[in-house]
């Protein structure tokens, strides 16, 4: 099936049929207007060779962040998210099934990017509550009540190809360090073109969502989605075009 497709049918499903809380959801986020998506775009902005993705909400984005669960497993995951009809290999994964997405991410109980300081504090184990972004690639997954998650393998697969940024954990994501930016009612992360293989023509969406890890049981993923909050097409049809 069609990755894009599956996405549509996944989501719009699941924004049907409501949702079940994750024990850590924060109750105020259904309700929030820094969660509540007026519009997004990305710019592709020639001379300096960048995308420049954005979320423009109804209240202030990014002002909404999890409360800390006080470990890893439980622990609480809010984002914006970009689904895309990018391919995998185009972010630096291998060959692999799933829906590419970029999500900008805000989680107090854990740090997962090793690379960056994104607090400024010369401290590079932090700052999981700074909003930062991951490359991620979803798969439908009914265990959890948003029908997703990010895709996992096993650890002593050899074939696995990740980016050399990815945090070290057992699925497909990266943490490649674009800077995020929050202003008003818009959240933006700046992508330079050679970071998707030059590709500036794709189709994308823009989500609003609630995740949460798991480590101690074996029915559920990892990292599933739990809650969608708001979609900016309606439907996830990925309608928008890259300007």
Request: proline content about 6%; glycine content about 8%; overall charge negative.
């Amino acid at each position: 099936m069609n990755k894009t497709i599956l996405a549509v049918l996944i989501l719009s499903g699941c924004l049907s049929k409501g949702f079940s809380q994750g024990e850590n959801e924060d109750q105020s986020f259904r309700t929030s207007k820094n969660l509540l998506i007026k519009s997004t775009t990305v710019k592709n902005y020639k001379d300096l060779e960048l995308l420049v993705f954005s979320i423009t909400v109804e209240g202030t984005a990014g002002a909404s962040v999890p409360k800390v669960a006080g470990q890893l497993d439980g622990a609480p995951v809010l984002g914006y998210v970009f689904p895309t009809n990018l391919k995998s290999v185009d972010v630096g994964f291998g060959e692999v099934e799933g829906i590419v997405a970029l999500a900008l991410t805000s989680h107090p109980d854990f740090d997962d990017t090793p690379l960056w300081d994104e607090n400024y504090d010369r401290n590079f184990g932090n700052d999981g509550v700074i909003w930062h972004p991951h490359w991620v690639v979803l798969e439908s997954n009914d265990a959890v009540p948003g029908g997703l998650s990010v895709k996992q393998f096993d650890k002593e697969n050899d074939n696995v190809t990740l980016p050399p940024t990815n945090p070290g954990m057992p699925m497909y994501m990266d943490s490649p360090g674009f800077q995020v930016v929050t202003k008003g009612n818009q959240i933006r992360v700046i992508v330079p073109q050679f970071r998707v293989s030059g590709k500036t023509e794709f189709k994308f969406d823009a989500v609003t969502a609630y995740m949460q890890v798991n480590t101690s049981r074996e029915d559920l993923p990892l990292l599933g989605v739990y809650a969608v909050y708001s979609v900016a097409s309606g439907d996830l049809s990925l309608p928008y075009s890259v300007k």
